[in-house]
């Protein structure tokens, strides 16, 4: 059974500082998707990444895959008070024929000024 | 604008009742999802399904029940038998029917919060 792993799960950061988020997981796969939250709200999609050494950008946000230590990072650059929300990880589980979708716990990320 | 709908929004149930939350996309996709969240936890999936009259349990499908009738409606029913049915329920769904093969973005809708009284 995949596992999903993310840390950290909550980050408090200033504004204009860098940080990454780490999500690791247990078993082989090799798609990945981050998804952001607001609260209250429904998930948002940002970043699917489908082969070893992906990297994908968009705006502050950066996000890569290591397939081979099943890992993916999710770099944010000169945080702005508007990223504060909370970033899901989710691994694809190939255990079915159908493949299924392993979300980790969620990093609730707060940038403060 | 095309989208996923669920309602209600917040729905309160008193214990030994059935209810039933809905979900309607005009997305045009094929697979559709219900996944519960907790605080603090990440997503698990109760039920899904990849075409119409025919659907699939996920991981924590025991005391739900699902319908699909029609390609746009995916309704969720949380009966009397879940034991600890208060959370944040996200209908989802997905132009493909499958996560091996190829991208497959979910799209949610905007969720509906059920307590229990």
């Known amino acids: 059974e995949l596992k999903v792993e993310q840390n950290p799960l909550f980050l408090s950061m200033q504004e204009g500082k860098n940080y990454t988020i780490y999500c690791n997981y247990s078993?082989?796969?090799?798609?990945l998707y981050w998804y952001r939250q607001d609260p209250g709200k429904s998930l948002e999609s940002l970043f699917v990444?489908?082969?070893?050494?992906a990297v994908k950008q968009e705006g502050r946000l950066m996000a890569s895959l290591d397939t081979k230590a099943r890992l993916s990072t999710l770099h944010i650059t000169a945080a702005v008070h508007d990223l504060s929300a909370t970033y899901f990880c989710?691994?694809?589980?190939?255990?079915?024929?159908?493949?299924?979708?392993?979300f980790g716990k969620g990093t609730k990320l707060s940038v403060k000024p | 604008d095309g989208g996923i709908t669920q309602s209600p929004k917040y729905l309160f149930r008193k214990e030994g009742q059935n209810v039933t939350l809905s979900c309607e996309q005009n997305?045009?996709?094929?697979?559709m999802y219900w996944y519960r969240q907790d605080p603090g936890q990440g997503l698990r999936l109760i039920y899904y399904?990849?075409?119409?009259?025919?659907?699939q349990k996920g991981d924590i499908a025991e005391g739900y029940s699902v319908s699909r009738e029609k390609k746009e409606s995916f309704p969720l029913t949380v009966t009397s038998a879940q034991k600890n049915p208060t959370a944040f329920y996200l209908c989802?769904?997905?132009?493909?029917?499958?996560?091996?093969?190829?991208?497959?973005?979910?799209?949610f809708g905007a969720g509906s919060r059920l307590t229990v009284l």
């Open positions: 989710a691994v694809v589980d190939y255990g079915g024929s159908q493949g299924n979708l392993i």
């Open positions: 399904s990849q075409i119409v009259n025919d659907f």
């Open positions: 997305l045009n996709h094929d697979a």
């Open positions: 078993t082989t796969s090799d798609r």
């Open positions: 989802a769904s997905s132009i493909g029917d499958t996560f091996a093969s190829g991208a497959n973005v979910l799209t």
């Open positions: 990444l489908l082969s070893n050494g």
